[in-house]
Structures are given as structure tokens and as C-alpha cells.
């Protein structure tokens, strides 16, 4: 089992449903990597999660199982998302809500559109190496590895009590009359 499907969805669904400035940031980012794509990439945990690829084309939703396309008679909201940085580093998340009946398209909405600036990213960064750089400070403390050698010693000891503990003998349901 994976832990996300892929779901390649028309330009013209997420045009419709984000303002002009979304829309342009979204665009500009696919332009960037992907060249003149008309689809766009979204990541979901509302499908199989098996690392499969879906796609809405001619408004109906199919599935590529081994290169082959299935048409897919899903009934359910499908929750899409993903994360696309702009030209200033900014990152946009985006997550859109898709409604399919019997595996066609009925529609699409954003539910939810944040930024977190490249100041408050570059803030973040700084803020996590500064943690690792303090717990690998604590790690290497004598004290610490003290601690953590008696705490190995303890480990041990109680998987020996466990072993010694446990009831070895199992049930047999065979019939042997």
C-alpha cells in the first residue's frame, strides 16, 4: 500500500474555482517545470493509495493500472492538494475538493489556499537547525550517555523477564479422536 494516488486534473477545472493571482501561481509553476501542460498534478488519500495515477478527462475519472486506462465509477468527494512556490519563494498550498457520481465529474471547489512566506521558511529552517544542532550538542553529554547506556541495560533485562515470562505452550484444535 502507498501512501498517496495522483490525480492529473484539466487546467480549465482549476481556473475556474481559484481567482486570477492563484490561478497565475499555480501556472507559472507548471510552466516552469513542466513546460505547456493542460493538465495539473494533485495528490489525494481519497482513492486506492497505491500509488496509482487517475485522471478526469472528458468529464469522467480513470485510472492507469499498468498503462492501461480504466474508467472508474467512483462515488465520493475527492480532497486534492498540493504545494507550488512562486518566483519570490513564497509557498502556495492549495487543496480543492472534487465531487464524482458514478465516476463522472459534477465539480470542483478550493476549499483552502495558504502562504507561508520565504522569510517565515527561511525563520522555520533556522529554527530546526538550531534545534539539531542542540540536541546534537545534549546527545553527545556525558551524561546522556550514561543514561542511555543504563537505559540499553534495562532494555535488556526486560526483554529477558518477557522471555522468561511468557507462557511458551500454544493450543491445538485438531481433532485427533
Not at 64 to 90: A, L, M, P, W
Request: charged share 35%.
Amino acid at each position: 500500500m502507498g501512501m498517496f494516488d495522483t490525480v492529473l486534473i484539466p487546467e480549465d477545472f482549476i481556473k475556474s474555482c481559484v481567482n486570477d493571482d492563484q490561478f497565475k501561481i499555480i501556472n507559472n509553476f507548471y510552466k516552469k517545470y513542466f513546460g505547456d501542460k493542460k493538465m495539473i498534478s494533485m495528490q489525494t488519500k481519497d482513492l486506492d493509495c497505491c500509488l496509482l495515477t487517475f485522471e478526469i478527462r472528458n468529464n469522467q475519472l480513470f485510472k492507469y493500472d499498468n498503462k492501461k486506462r480504466i474508467f472508474d465509477s467512483v462515488t465520493q468527494d475527492i480532497n486534492v492538494y498540493d504545494s507550488f512556490r512562486d518566483d519570490d519563494g513564497n509557498t502556495h498550498s492549495f487543496e480543492f475538493m472534487i465531487k464524482m457520481i458514478r465516476g463522472k465529474f459534477q465539480s470542483i471547489q478550493l476549499n483552502q489556499h495558504t502562504t507561508v512566506s520565504k522569510r517565515e521558511i527561511q525563520f522555520r529552517k533556522r529554527s530546526f537547525n538550531k534545534h539539531i544542532k542542540e540536541r546534537d550538542k545534549h546527545n553527545k553529554s556525558i551524561k546522556y550517555k550514561f543514561y542511555n547506556f543504563i537505559r540499553k541495560i534495562c532494555l535488556k533485562i526486560v526483554k529477558h523477564c518477557d522471555k522468561k515470562c511468557s507462557f511458551k505452550k500454544s493450543i491445538s484444535f485438531d481433532d485427533k479422536s
